[in-house]
């Protein structure tokens, strides 16, 4: 089944965003800690162009310590600096309202050689629905300001927010490419509840979910552990295929119904019930 999840908020939202970027200093990029690549938007180049941008990976309680340590190494060898966050706690956030700050020091010594005046910097907040992003906004302000909740298409309208004399906020809805030619990163997205659940099938999602935890666990040299999943259900999802897993948690919790089941094991990933489980590792350096 293939997935593909364009709405025309999205469409109606990226046509503004382009022309708001004219007025922007500097692109705050949010990702999702547990695919910071799949949550990476191909034309996010493009976007930023000669702008400053800030890296923020969100939902770091979502991954292992030791994958978040890889993870920062990787982007540094990469030759950038990601900031790592859990935005609804507000852990990490200060480093990113910090380095916001430090882009728009910048911009205004160069206003200031210019003989013009100091402004408040201008940043926008890119990136795929449902990563965090108001709640990262609503966290830089200390206040509840932009609706936020555990779904993607929440925010559907861009909205200026000053933050400080200093910085001005855009708040964008989340985007997305208009066709998802990966299709593995598509099932990632589903998984992580990154764009709109009328796309997939929960049971085929469920199966990926399962799938892609036993191939990082496999593969993580020891950094991921699947023991939260075989405590929650009593049962071991090394032993055995995907499907196999399903049907014996669906015997054990709802007489045999899968559909359940897999509803039930996407949504206790998605709120961290099963521990920390990235469904991506860092590529080999």
Not at 184 to 189: S, V, W
Request: hydrophobic share 45%; glycine share 8%.
């Amino acid at each position: 089944m293939s997935i593909q999840w364009y709405p025309g908020h999205i469409a109606k939202a990226e046509r503004q965003l382009a022309e708001q970027l004219k007025r922007v200093d500097v692109v705050l990029e949010v990702r999702d800690a547990r695919i910071p690549l799949a949550t990476q938007h191909p034309q996010i180049e493009t976007w930023v162009g000669g702008k400053s941008r800030v890296l923020v990976i969100n939902r770091l309680d979502m991954i292992p310590p030791g994958v978040r340590q890889n993870w920062e190494k990787w982007f540094r060898s990469e030759g950038g600096t990601a900031y790592f966050t859990d935005a609804q706690n507000g852990q990490g956030v200060k480093s990113v309202l910090k380095a916001a700050q430090g882009a728009g020091v910048a911009i205004n010594e160069k206003r200031a050689s210019r003989g013009m005046l100091p402004r408040a910097v201008r940043a926008v907040v890119i990136g795929f629905p449902n990563v965090g992003k108001s709640a990262l906004i609503n966290r830089l302000l200390n206040r509840r300001v932009v609706d936020s909740a555990a779904r993607a298409g929440v925010t559907r309208s861009l909205r200026w927010v000053r933050i400080s004399p200093e910085i001005e906020l855009l708040d964008a809805p989340g985007v997305i490419p208009v066709k998802l030619e990966d299709q593995e990163n598509a099932y990632k997205l589903a998984i992580c509840d990154d764009i709109g659940d009328a796309s997939y099938e929960d049971y085929l999602a469920a199966v990926k979910l399962i799938d892609l935890m036993t191939y990082v666990e496999a593969i993580s040299e020891g950094l991921v552990s699947l023991e939260g999943v075989k405590s929650r259900y009593e049962i071991d999802p090394l032993l055995g295929n995907a499907e196999d897993f399903l049907q014996k948690v669906a015997q054990v919790k709802f007489k045999g119904d899968v559909e359940r089941t897999a509803k039930l094991i996407l949504t206790e990933f998605r709120k961290g019930i099963l521990g920390p489980v990235p469904l991506e590792l860092p590529p080999v350096m």
